[in-house]
């Protein structure tokens, strides 16, 4: 554009001074329009107007320039000279009218300031900011003053703000997010991102304080490889912070032997302390390499380190209650004994495994309810019976806290059917003594007495009775000497190889003379192999199962006993037609002191430990016994012994 002026429309004095020490390289100008205002001469008005920062333009009312500072020559390129007394061609055409009408207002109303548009000498368009306000002589409006300033200026100072305002916030949606996360890991990993987002630093890390060392748990655009790394805190910058007391320190010397020299072209670093529970807990390294930090890095980084201390201590806390609750679980699931929580209503809340299981009920059947028995006062034991049948020792503590109860409970059954038995054992025991006993008594008595008056058959008689007593005596010691050593898992066996044959054609020899109502059968497979046991307790064995068959067959039938090969093993059978055993009694004959009440077995007397014997004496030979029906009524035992044969000969014997 032109360097083109409009026609002065009034006449103007102007006045210049060159004699100010902090005269600009332009002259300053004041001038007087007619009578009704003349420049002042006070010499630190002028060189504060000299010296503003800002263009100073003064106009008159018809909007001539006045004043025109050194700024005002600077800014638009035009001088003094060339304005001073006329309008300055600085108002683009499309903006006249707003350039105007802002005048206006401010001749009848407040100071304008707004953003527009001005013209520079060589034609290009500025943007700038101009507050206008009135100049006033007395009471009455002279003119204006615009003060114009680069709209940059304003732009730089609101993005500054504005970006402040943008990182607090990003601050307040990073404290929310880490302490939305409470996997201490996953807390210490957001924590070193976050600071390389707020501090515009190039990389960070986390250090917890261990003691008299750091370690570094956690890193963010370094290597993976430095995590886990340790140092002594006394030689580190954390060291140094505490020892300053403050919460942030900035360091740029003796850098290259840290490990944070893995980032490249490192050259200043951040740390903040974090704190938990008001002692310190680690430190924030926020690491530059390409950018410096400034006041706003370091107060973001403050604040997040003493965010991070709080979301650290969340995460801790929140990593101990889980440990605690998962201690607490494991000790409820895996316990072998049952254990109910219930609340202040005595209905159930919590029913572990073992509950389920000694109970047979499952705990969807059981929680909103009451437990399946009573429930005894904290500090008391209560034995109960379920419907199942099964004791339980149950025990119960209140947590005064909550109001809630805890219940543990055992199965005693074994234990209480145990007690039973070693009741009925003694009593049992010494009915079986009592009897024999008496008679022996008698009968000595009597042939001391009557010795003389008595005859030869009746001597010969009464001695026999009393040595068919004593054998009787004898066989119950021994049965509960055997049981005893079972019990104690001391019964010694030999194991080697012997004749299974010749040990059933001895213990069946005699018995059909033993019983006129009973019939004995015995059928042995051809070649019947040896087996590998101990002979003497063998013929035990089939000494108490053949006394069984007949005891247990009262009204008598067959006796049979069969034995074959199966498999790697010898089987031997023994059948009766006897009064049988029941189902649930099968198992159960094979225990010590038990006597089964099913059937017309238990009115045969008897301690309760033949059987137990029995299996005892054929596991220890590597064998078993065990009780079947009989085809047609009756019991079936059945006695498995190894083949010789099955075993290699560099096999070792035990």
Same mark, same amino acid.
């Given at each position: 554009?032109?360097?083109?002026?409009?026609?002065?429309?009034?006449?103007?004095?102007?006045?210049?001074?060159?004699?100010?020490?902090?005269?600009?390289?332009?002259?300053?100008?004041?001038?007087?329009?007619?009578?009704?205002?003349?420049?002042?001469?006070?010499?630190?008005?002028?060189?504060?107007?000299?010296?503003?920062?800002?263009?100073?333009?003064?106009?008159?009312?018809?909007?001539?320039?006045?004043?025109?500072?050194?700024?005002?020559?600077?800014?638009?390129?035009?001088?003094?000279?060339?304005?001073?007394?006329?309008?300055?061609?600085?108002?683009?055409?499309?903006?006249?009218?707003?350039?105007?009408?802002?005048?206006?207002?401010?001749?009848?109303?407040?100071?304008?300031?707004?953003?527009?548009?001005?013209?520079?000498?060589?034609?290009?368009? !500025?943007?700038?900011?101009?507050?206008?306000?009135?100049?006033?002589?007395?009471?009455?409006?002279?003119?204006?003053?615009?003060?114009?300033?680069?709209?940059?200026?304003?732009?730089?100072?609101?993005?500054?703000?504005?970006?402040?305002?943008?990182?607090?916030?990003?601050?307040? %949606?990073?404290?929310?997010?880490?302490?939305?996360?409470?996997?201490?890991?996953?807390?210490?990993?957001?924590?070193?991102?976050?600071?390389?987002?707020?501090?515009?630093?190039?990389?960070?890390?986390?250090?917890?304080?261990?003691?008299?060392?750091?370690?570094?748990?956690?890193?963010?655009?370094?290597?993976?490889?430095?995590?886990?790394?340790?140092?002594?805190?006394?030689?580190?910058? *954390?060291?140094?912070?505490?020892?300053?007391?403050?919460?942030?320190?900035?360091?740029?010397?003796?850098?290259? %032997?840290?490990?944070?020299?893995?980032?490249?072209?490192?050259?200043?670093?951040?740390?903040?302390?974090?704190?938990?529970?008001?002692?310190?807990?680690?430190?924030?390294?926020?690491?530059?390499?390409?950018?410096?930090?400034?006041?706003?890095?370091?107060?973001?980084?403050?604040?997040?380190?003493?965010?991070?201390?709080?979301?650290?201590?969340?995460?801790?806390?929140?990593?101990?209650?889980?440990?605690?609750?998962?201690?607490?679980?494991?000790?409820?699931?895996?316990?072998? %004994?049952?254990?109910?929580?219930?609340?202040?209503?005595?209905?159930?809340?919590?029913?572990?495994?073992?509950?389920?299981?000694?109970?047979?009920?499952?705990?969807?059947?059981?929680?909103?309810?009451?437990?399946?028995?009573?429930?005894?006062?904290?500090?008391?034991?209560?034995? &109960?019976?379920?419907?199942?049948?099964?004791?339980?020792?149950?025990?119960?503590?209140?947590?005064?806290?909550?109001?809630?109860? *805890?219940?543990? &409970?055992?199965?005693?059954?074994?234990?209480?059917?145990?007690?039973?038995?070693?009741?009925?054992?003694?009593?049992?025991?010494?009915?079986?003594?009592?009897?024999?006993?008496?008679?022996?008594?008698?009968?000595?008595?009597?042939?001391?007495?009557?010795?003389?008056?008595?005859?030869?058959?009746?001597?010969?008689?009464?001695?026999?009775?009393?040595?068919?007593?004593?054998?009787?005596?004898?066989?119950?010691?021994?049965?509960?000497? !055997?049981?005893?050593?079972?019990?104690?898992?001391?019964?010694?066996?030999?194991?080697?190889?012997?004749?299974?044959?010749?040990?059933?054609?001895?213990?069946?020899?005699?018995?059909?003379?033993?019983?006129?109502?009973?019939? *004995?059968?015995?059928?042995?497979?051809?070649?019947?192999?040896?087996?590998?046991?101990?002979?003497?307790?063998? %013929?035990?064995?089939?000494?108490?199962?053949?006394?069984?068959? &007949?005891?247990?067959?009262?009204?008598?039938?067959?006796?049979?006993?069969?034995?074959?090969?199966?498999?790697?093993?010898?089987?031997?059978?023994?059948?009766?037609?006897? *009064?049988?055993?029941?189902?649930?009694?099968?198992?159960?004959?094979?225990?010590?002191?038990?006597?089964?009440?099913?059937?017309?077995?238990?009115?045969?007397?008897?301690?309760?430990?033949?059987?137990?014997?029995?299996?005892?004496?054929?596991?220890?030979?590597?064998?078993?016994?065990?009780?079947?029906?009989?085809?047609?009524?009756?019991?079936?035992?059945?006695?498995? !012994?190894?083949?010789?044969?099955?075993?290699?000969?560099?096999?070792?014997?035990?």
């Amino acid at each position: 554009m032109p360097r083109t002026l409009p026609p002065p429309g009034i006449t103007v004095t102007a006045a210049y001074r060159t004699d100010l020490p902090t005269h600009p390289p332009h002259h300053v100008h004041y001038g007087v329009v007619g009578d009704e205002w003349a420049g002042s001469d006070d010499e630190i008005a002028r060189a504060a107007l000299a010296s503003s920062p800002n263009a100073v333009v003064a106009l008159d009312r018809d909007q001539s320039v006045l004043v025109w500072n050194a700024a005002a020559e600077r800014v638009f390129g035009w001088s003094a000279d060339e304005v001073i007394g006329r309008r300055a061609p600085i108002v683009p055409d499309e903006l006249t009218t707003e350039h105007t009408a802002a005048l206006e207002r401010v001749r009848t109303g407040e100071p304008v300031s707004l953003r527009t548009r001005r013209l520079h000498s060589n034609g290009t368009l !500025l943007d700038l900011r101009v507050d206008i306000s009135a100049l006033r002589l007395g009471s009455a409006v002279g003119g204006y003053v615009c003060v114009y300033h680069p709209a940059l200026a304003d732009h730089v100072a609101r993005e500054r703000v504005a970006r402040r305002a943008r990182l607090v916030r990003r601050l307040t %949606d990073v404290v929310g997010d880490i302490n939305s996360e409470l996997e201490l890991s996953a807390v210490l990993d957001r924590i070193s991102a976050s600071l390389t987002e707020l501090t515009g630093a190039d990389a960070g890390g986390f250090v917890l304080i261990e003691g008299e060392r750091l370690r570094l748990v956690s890193t963010y655009q370094l290597p993976a490889s430095i995590r886990g790394t340790t140092t002594e805190l006394r030689t580190s910058l *954390v060291d140094k912070l505490l020892r300053t007391g403050k919460t942030v320190l900035l360091e740029s010397h003796g850098l290259d %032997d840290l490990v944070w020299a893995r980032l490249s072209g490192l050259h200043t670093i951040a740390l903040g302390l974090a704190a938990v529970g008001g002692r310190p807990y680690g430190a924030l390294y926020a690491l530059f390499a390409n950018s410096t930090p400034g006041h706003l890095e370091l107060e973001l980084l403050e604040l997040l380190a003493g965010h991070a201390g709080i979301a650290v201590g969340n995460a801790v806390a929140y990593q101990e209650a889980v440990r605690q609750r998962a201690y607490e679980r494991a000790v409820f699931d895996a316990s072998a %004994d049952g254990i109910a929580v219930l609340d202040e209503d005595g209905r159930v809340v919590r029913w572990n495994p073992a509950a389920a299981g000694l109970t047979a009920l499952p705990v969807e059947s059981v929680l909103g309810g009451p437990p399946p028995f009573p429930v005894p006062s904290a500090g008391e034991k209560g034995t &109960f019976q379920l419907d199942n049948g099964r004791w339980l020792d149950v025990v119960s503590a209140r947590i005064e806290e909550t109001g809630e109860v *805890v219940v543990d &409970f055992r199965d005693v059954t074994a234990a209480k059917e145990l007690e039973e038995a070693k009741d009925l054992f003694l009593a049992t025991t010494s009915h079986e003594l009592r009897t024999p006993i008496t008679i022996v008594r008698g009968f000595a008595s009597t042939l001391d007495s009557r010795w003389d008056k008595m005859s030869d058959p009746e001597r010969r008689a009464a001695v026999h009775t009393i040595a068919e007593r004593a054998r009787s005596l004898g066989e119950l010691m021994d049965h509960l000497l !055997l049981g005893a050593r079972a019990g104690a898992d001391e019964l010694k066996v030999r194991i080697e190889e012997f004749d299974l044959a010749e040990r059933i054609e001895g213990a069946t020899l005699g018995l059909p003379s033993l019983s006129d109502r009973h019939r *004995v059968e015995v059928e042995l497979a051809e070649g019947l192999p040896y087996v590998l046991g101990d002979a003497l307790a063998t %013929d035990i064995i089939l000494g108490q199962l053949l006394e069984n068959a &007949f005891k247990y067959s009262p009204r008598g039938g067959l006796i049979s006993v069969g034995a074959w090969p199966e498999e790697e093993n010898v089987v031997v059978v023994v059948d009766d037609e006897g *009064v049988g055993i029941a189902p649930p009694d099968r198992e159960r004959i094979f225990e010590r002191f038990v006597q089964v009440d099913s059937g017309d077995r238990r009115r045969f007397g008897g301690v309760g430990l033949g059987l137990y014997i029995v299996r005892s004496l054929a596991r220890a030979q590597g064998g078993d016994v065990s009780a079947h029906p009989r085809p047609g009524g009756g019991t079936r035992m059945r006695l498995v !012994l190894r083949c010789a044969s099955s075993i290699r000969s560099d096999t070792p014997m035990r």
